[in-house]
């Protein structure tokens, strides 16, 4: 029987190493006859449901660069994965810092202050990141965020048998 991942092995990962090996026998019972290409389609609409409600694919992503503009757009994080729900951001540490500095969370939008590091986030929207106070420079790739990861519309699901 054929096991079923989501782009190489992620939502295997993404389930703490277990495989989602009946689901295509499932289907495939459903509508006999049915060409693989329905069922590849049919999974990956399960998939994409499981992810996003259950929120269980969970990972760190990034670097995002981080300069004197203040959003940061985080989606696509690449061709078979974005960001849902962001949970928590941080800047890897800076020359002589010794752990990352996390970033405070903000329910509403943060407004005034003038540029210096940044030291909270506000979500615009579930892919725009808006850090304040704004970034007096540019730091580089150094914003990392942990969040609830979905499939993309396009996410390659492959059966290795």
């Known amino acids: 029987m054929a096991i079923v991942t989501l782009d190489g092995g992620q939502s295997s ?20 006859g049915a060409p693989d290409t329905l ?8 998939l994409r449901e499981f992810y996003t409600k259950s929120t269980a694919w969970r990972d760190v992503v990034g670097p995002y660069g981080v300069n004197t503009d203040p959003y ?11 960001i849902q729900f962001v949970l928590q951001a941080y800047m890897q540490p800076f020359a002589g810092a010794d752990s ?17 590091p940044p030291s909270l986030y506000f979500m615009r929207s579930n892919d725009v990141l808006m850090l ?3 970034p007096d420079k540019n730091y ?18 492959r059966s290795e048998e």
């Open 39 to 46: 069922i590849s389609a049919m999974l990956q609409l399960v």
């Open 72 to 82: 940061i757009q985080l989606n696509p994080v690449d061709q078979n994965r974005q």
């Open 100 to 116: 990352p500095m996390f970033l405070f969370p903000q329910a509403r939008m943060p407004v005034g202050g003038s540029p210096s």
């Open 132 to 134: 304040h106070p704004y």
């Open 140 to 157: 580089g790739n150094v914003l990392w965020v942990y969040g609830a990861l979905i499939p993309t519309t396009t996410a390659a699901i």
């Open 13 to 32: 990962a993404a389930l703490g190493g277990q495989v989602i090996p009946y689901v295509e026998q499932l289907v495939a019972m459903q509508v006999p």
